[in-house]
């Protein structure tokens, strides 16, 4: 069977920064409480339109399950490292809490779990996906900004998605190849 390569595809013109997302995530995958512990954030993006008609864009974000990862080269342990699906995963139990790979991210996308001593971050809500179902923060999202699937089936949603419309990826300069699209 053909290997999987999960993604999201976002279209940002569609978040009103309710925040379920975030709500969403944190109470899924039990995230401590607190603005520094986080696996998905909203950050304002530029004002779209033009004078007078102005309106605010936000822009989700999260660990981008890039191809290309920084962050598992540094870890020392191999706490970090990439599945089948693409999902870039971190093993708490591996995990001594360095921080390196926190450095080594470009998008700020770990974290330092004070609970578990290990650093965390998004996996596609891996537990979910394991038994058929969305991930959280796309489940939840009452604009339905955030649509997830299978790169590598030509069917899926996300697939046309990206062959209808134009898109982007965040710092595609740096080379690390991120699996969160971004509709233009
Ligand atoms: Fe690693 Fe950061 Fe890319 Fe996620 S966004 S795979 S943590 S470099
Ligand atoms: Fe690896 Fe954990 Fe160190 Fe990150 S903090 S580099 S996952 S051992
Ligand atoms: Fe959080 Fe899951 Fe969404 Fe990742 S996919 S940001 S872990 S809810």
Same mark, same amino acid.
């Given at each position: 069977m053909k290997k999987r390569r999960l993604a999201i595809v976002l279209? =940002?013109?569609? %978040? !009103?920064? @309710?925040k379920a997302c975030t709500v969403a995530c944190k109470t899924e995958n039990k995230i401590p409480l607190g603005r520094e512990t986080y696996r998905n954030w909203v950050s304002e993006g530029p004002l779209r339109g033009e004078y007078p008609n102005l309106g605010q864009s936000y822009t989700p974000g999260q %660990?981008?399950? @890039?191809?290309? =990862?920084p962050c598992d080269r540094v870890c020392p342990t191999r706490a970090t490292w990439v599945n089948d699906d693409g999902i870039v995963v971190v093993e708490d139990r591996k995990c001594i809490g360095c921080k390196y790979c926190m450095t080594a991210c470009p998008y700020n996308a770990r974290y330092y779990n004070e609970e578990t001593g290990a650093v965390d971050k998004c996996t596609f809500c891996i537990q979910r996906v394991a038994v058929g179902e969305i991930p959280a923060c796309v489940e939840t999202c009452p604009t339905k900004v955030r649509v997830f699937g299978d790169l590598n089936d030509p069917e899926s949603e996300v697939s046309e998605l990206l062959a209808r419309h134009p898109y982007r990826v965040l710092k /595609? #300069? !740096?080379? =690390? #190849? /991120?699996?969160l699209f971004y509709l233009m």
């Open positions: 279209d =940002t013109r569609k %978040c !009103i920064d @309710c %660990c981008m399950q @890039c191809a290309n =990862t /595609p #300069e !740096i080379g =690390t #190849e /991120p699996f």
